[in-house]
């Protein structure tokens, strides 16, 4: 049972816009930690995606974009590609258990 | 150019020990927190331990505190992960990782090794 809560899959269309949830809890998200997002290819190490919330690091299209509200946040993919499909995770630093803590990850469908 | 690079997998029989390595390059390696994830067989990543760069701070998951060691040698750009008294549930890929942020509130994940394969079976 993963602290940060991710529905276990989504999917869309090419072109379609996505939307990936991530629930935690007062002792992370709610607490004002940092939320991140990574992607992973099977077979491939993560990357990051988003960090800090909403800010993205060089080379990763503005086609991603991230929130955060309260307890909980979420990343949102638009104009939905191929080579997007992986699998991925958010991560805040929990408090209450003094590390870092992961969601257990969303698997993305391109139909 | 940031590279990570982990060897020290194998394979282990339960109650057995391991020492991961991780050589750093491409940044300055002895100003940066270092970290541990692992990823069990088809399963998600879980953070194992983290070392601050003043080599002393550490933080470790509960599943392997009293049983993993994370340490460092900046002289080396290296990294490391004891892993005394292993269990079937230990068996994972772990991923060196470097950190990034200001405060451990803020701190993520900034660059990944390909990981390396520990497989803990009698």
């Known amino acids: 049972q993963s602290v940060l809560t991710q529905p276990p899959s989504v999917s869309a269309a090419p072109g379609q816009r996505v939307t990936i949830s991530c629930t935690g809890s007062?002792?992370?998200?709610?607490?004002?930690?940092?939320v991140q997002w990574y992607q992973q290819v099977p077979g491939t190490a993560p990357k990051v995606l988003i960090y800090g919330d909403n800010l993205r690091p060089s080379g990763v299209p503005d086609r991603f974009s991230a929130s955060k509200s309260g307890t909980s946040a979420s990343l949102a993919i638009s104009g939905l590609q191929a080579e997007d499909e992986a699998d991925f995770y958010c991560?805040?630093?929990?408090?209450?258990?003094?590390?870092?803590?992961f969601g257990g990850g969303t698997k993305l469908t391109v139909l | 150019e940031v590279q990570l690079l982990e060897s020290g997998g194998g394979l282990v029989q339960p109650g057995g020990s391991l020492r991961l390595s991780c050589v750093a390059t491409g940044f300055p390696f002895s100003i940066f927190a270092m970290g541990w994830v692992r990823q069990s067989p088809g399963k998600g990543l879980e953070w194992v331990s983290t070392l601050h760069n003043d080599r002393l701070t550490t933080h470790y998951a509960k599943s392997v505190r009293g049983r993993f060691t994370i340490s460092r040698d900046n002289s080396m750009n290296t990294l490391f992960l004891q892993m005394n008294s292993l269990r079937a549930e230990d068996t994972a890929i772990y991923f060196c990782?470097?950190?990034?942020?200001?405060?451990?509130?803020?701190?993520?994940?900034?660059?990944w090794g390909q990981g390396t394969l520990v497989t803990v079976s009698s």
């Open positions: 991560q805040s630093y929990d408090t209450s258990l003094r590390g870092w803590v």
């Open positions: 990782a470097k950190f990034q942020g200001q405060e451990v509130s803020d701190y993520y994940f900034d660059f």
């Open positions: 007062n002792s992370n998200i709610g607490a004002g930690s940092d």
